[in-house]
């Protein structure tokens, strides 16, 4: 028994297990045999893979490889090898990521053989370790300063901290909550939008923010808010060290794929893993922007050492982009648990596994992987083994988890960034 991919179930496979939408509705039971119309059911309710009887994953990703050129195969190998230097590849959910990375990257070079003539990380290396610490001199800067002195943030809607004031005074109702998005039309739209996207799946459209409020939640449409006018804030980031819409599609990646991993534990609460995800690198922004010539230094010492940017950030500047955005957030007063996941999303011990740190941990790790924008990493970064443990998902999802987010991320992306 295997989770198979929609795309790859054909008519005649057998469901191993009862099969349900994401919602958890009841759609096809155990033992049926599938038929083309059972297929089109399947697709029509977004349902991403089944249990099928009879054939193993390793099988389904033999398939899929065998129609590809040996050859091919093994020039996309070495590619996403380089990719994966800082992981290691026996650990079984970074052997099944280094696997879907293989095959997405030798499907793209058998239909556009240009892409094996060059090479995009040949300048790709092991880190050595001394470069990465030798050079440490400790603190250079200081990240509250940065904040408040280097660089004028331009300041934060008003709107953002009515939001932020009601959702921390419990006596605050959901009716008043709403009434204060509703007072800003384009912080509207957009909610209403996202919520109406097929991200939600909701049966029937939802048209006013009090409906909104009142079928996620208070709170979680209120998180939503706040990540939301926060990404208004950075447009003045220097176009020579980042791509702007990469970095955003990058972070929103990496939001989406937190918020299907943490609905694959049954977490119905998931808005504070999509906003931690889209929020995750915002402390390289205010790098970006405070101390453009030295974040370019660290953007070279990662590509020329092969460490990961965050490590050259610290040796170079004396702190990160995590600890940055973590006292961003914390100026800006959003929730402890959004500040946790910025401040710990690369885990560098094992007191900053928590659920949520370990979630938007591996989404940032497969977003890096699939290279759907990009933040400034070089390489995949590495994934801490018990991140994964306390996630406590089967590798299998991490298939199903990418099918799913690759529909979500072009419409979130077009809602969040229209203009
Ligand atoms: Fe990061
Ligand atoms: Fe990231």
Redesign the pocket.
Known sequence: MANVNVAQIEPGMVLADDLKDQNGRFLLAKGVELSDKHLKIMKTWGVVEADIEGVTEQEMGEKQAADIDPKILEKAEEIEKQRFILSDLKHEAVHHLFQICVLRRAKKMSINPDLMKSDPFETATAPEESAVSENSKGPKYDPKKIIRNRIKLPSLPTIFHQINEAINDPKCSATHIANIISKDQSLSARLLQLVNSAFYNFPSKIETITRAVAIIGTKQLSTLSLGTCALAVFKDVPSDLIDMKSFWE??IA?GIIARILASYKNNTLTERFFVGGLL??IGRLILFMSIPEISKETLLKAKETGCMLHQAENDIIGFDHSKMGGILLKEWKLPMSLENIVRF?HIKTESQIQLDTAVVHIA?IM??ALEIGN?G?HNVPPLVPKAWAEIGLSTGIITATVDQAKHHIDETMQILFRN
């Open positions: 990058h972070s990496c995750h690198d999303h940032d977003a890096n933040s990493e």
